[in-house]
């Protein structure tokens, strides 16, 4: 979502009042409910003229769309009647497994460090099981809290975790809703995988994501190969599309790109400048000559921000990854 669309919401929100935006926050995720948090304290005063015209787009983007309650039975029935047990089980349990999550779900809220505290004398198995059902970043960054040899091992066994029993994961919910609350088969979910351990690599960067890429590499060369393939670099901007790298810029503070740039390939940034009016591009090679010497650490944060930004257009479908990945490249 646009950082305007997210204004939108949060003028909405305000003009709500107080019990109906509560109503719309339980419905809402913890990334959601932190950017439109975030929007809300920076609305500050705005006219009349402003609200109402936010309130005239929300009532003409809603009319007459209808809400239909939905029933876990009422789904089940319906794929079992269209594809048959067998075919709808593991479709089910897909649809359904958030039901069965609630331990896991409550950790979204919580901040890195106090999950990684929480988590850093569990089993590397169990560890493995609870990131992969994560958001990447979150995951990353938790890991990053935890011993390097802990670490290591959590990222093996993401990259080979090839499912999870339903049953296990009840158990484990059971578990962390007794540590969150302070107390103590059949289809398996396609969860964990190459695919996963690259996601939250790609979010580590520098010295770790090496490191802990080397580790995977003395125990299978193989393995540490297909989770490479699978990561998009900040590199892998050249293998986007003049299209897709104009979508992104959208998106991207000039500051951030300023210094994401520093230290880059002459050819990656040709292909920004190439993608700017002559103007804008004119302001960022002076931007980037007076900036001076960044730090590498710096440089590196911003780059992880452009490649968040990168995940989120890749996820609504506005850009495809080729390169290195393919069409189906790191994100899905």
Known sequence: MSEDSIRKCAVLMLALGHEEAAEVFKYLGPKEVQKLGTAMTSVGNINREHIEAVLREFHDETEGRISLADSDEYIR?????????????????????????????????????????????????????????????HASEILNLLPERLRNDVILRIATLEGIQPMAMRELNEVLTQLLSGGEVTKKSSLGGVKAAADILNYMGGAIEASVLANVREHDADLAQKIQDQMFTFD???????????LLLREVQSETLIVALKGTSQELKDLIFKNMSTRAAEALKEDLEAKGPVRLSEVEAEQKEILKIVRKLVDEGQIVLGGKGGEEGLIE
């Open 236 to 246: 892998n901007i050249l293998d986007l599309d003049d299209r897709s790298v104009q």
């Open 77 to 137: 029935s319906v794929l079992k009647k269209a594809l048959g047990d067998d075919k709808a089980a593991h479709l089910i349990d897909r649809i359904l497994q958030g039901n069965e999550s609630a331990g896991i779900e409550s950790l979204k809220w919580l901040d890195s460090a106090s999950v990684a505290e929480m988590i850093r004398n569990e089993h590397p198995q169990i560890i493995a099981t609870i990131m992969v059902h994560l958001e990447r970043d």
